[in-house]
C-alpha cells in the first residue's frame, strides 16, 4: 500500500511560519504504526525531521500526537485505522495542540508538567508507620477506588484535546486531575486537602465543561471525565 504522509513541519531557525510536508511511501503495511511511518520519513527521506518518541509500545507516553485531526500515541495507531478502505490514504500529522511547538513534531511539554507538578503527584503520609512493622495496609475495595487512575502515562493526549485548555493554558487540566484523583482516593493519603486547593480553585476543575475530548484521546482507556466528576464531588460534599 502507499500512503502519503502530511506533517506539519517548523524549524525555528528557518521558518517563519509552520509548512506542510508531503511525504509519499510504498510498501506500507495495514499492521505499520504511524510512528513506523514517521521512522521512515526520518530514516529514508529527511533526516531533519524532529519528532520524540522511545519504547515504542504505549508505555513511555512520548509520542502524543495530532493524527488525522484527533490525539493520539503515533506507536498505537495502526495505518489500518486510519486509511479507510483506501489504497492510497493521506494520514496527516502535527504537534498536540496548546503547548509551543520547539520544532515540527516536538512540543515544549514544561507548563504540563508545571500542572502535573503543582497536584502534589506523591503519596503523602506523615503519621508513624504500624508500630508492628507492618506497611500501611489498604482493602482491595479501597484500592479499586483509584485503580483506573493509576493507569496515567502523562502522555498529554487528554490536556492538549480540551478547548478549555486551549482557551487558557493556566487551566490545570484532565491528566494534573487524574493525578490528583489517584492520591485523593488513596485511603492511605493525608494530602488531600492540600491537592483539593489546587484542584478547586479558579483554574481548577470547575473549568472543566464535561467536553469528554479527554476521555476519548486517552490511550490508557482512563474515563478521565468520570474521574474529574468524582473530585468535583469532593469538592462539593467535602466527602472521599
Ligand atoms: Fe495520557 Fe490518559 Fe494520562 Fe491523559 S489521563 S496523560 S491521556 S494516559
Ligand atoms: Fe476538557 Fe475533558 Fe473536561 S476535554 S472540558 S477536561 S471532560
Ligand atoms: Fe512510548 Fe509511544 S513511543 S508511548
Redesign the pocket.
Given at each position: 500500500m502507499q500512503v502519503n504522509l502530511r506533517i506539519r513541519r517548523f524549524n525555528p531557525e528557518k521558518d517563519s511560519k509552520a509548512w506542510w510536508g508531503d511525504y509519499t511511501l510504498d510498501d506500507v503495511s495495514r499492521n505499520d504504526t504511524v510512528?513506523d511511518l514517521l521512522n521512515r520519513v526520518k530514516w529514508e527521506i529527511d533526516g531533519t525531521l524532529a519528532l520524540r518518541?522511545?519504547?515504542?509500545?504505549?508505555?513511555?507516553?512520548?509520542?502524543?500526537l495530532r493524527i488525522n485531526g484527533a490525539n493520539a500515541?503515533?506507536?498505537?495507531t495502526l495505518v489500518s485505522r486510519l486509511s479507510g478502505g483506501s489504497a492510497a490514504p493521506t494520514i496527516q500529522i502535527e504537534p498536540i495542540l496548546g503547548l509551543r511547538v520547539i520544532k515540527d513534531l516536538i512540543v515544549d511539554m514544561e507548563p504540563f508538567m508545571d500542572h502535573y507538578r503543582s497536584v502534589l503527584p506523591y503519596f503523602i503520609n506523615d503519621s508513624p508507620p504500624p508500630a508492628d512493622g507492618r506497611e500501611r495496609l489498604q482493602s482491595q475495595e479501597d484500592r479499586a477506588r483509584f485503580d483506573d487512575t493509576t493507569k496515567c502515562?502523562l502522555?498529554a493526549c487528554c490536556t492538549t484535546s480540551c478547548p478549555s485548555f486551549w482557551a487558557n493554558e493556566k487551566y490545570v487540566g484532565p491528566a494534573a486531575i487524574v493525578q490528583a484523583h489517584r492520591f485523593i482516593y488513596d485511603s492511605r493519603d493525608e494530602g488531600a486537602e492540600d491537592r483539593l486547593k489546587v484542584v478547586g480553585d479558579t483554574f481548577g476543575v470547575w473549568r472543566c465543561r464535561t467536553n469528554f475530548n479527554c476521555t476519548s484521546a486517552c490511550?490508557r482507556e482512563i474515563e478521565v471525565t468520570k474521574a474529574i466528576a468524582e473530585v468535583k464531588k469532593v469538592l462539593a460534599t467535602g466527602e472521599i
Open positions: 510512528l518518541r522511545s519504547c515504542a509500545h504505549g508505555v513511555c507516553g512520548s509520542d502524543a500515541l503515533a506507536c498505537k502515562i502522555c490511550p
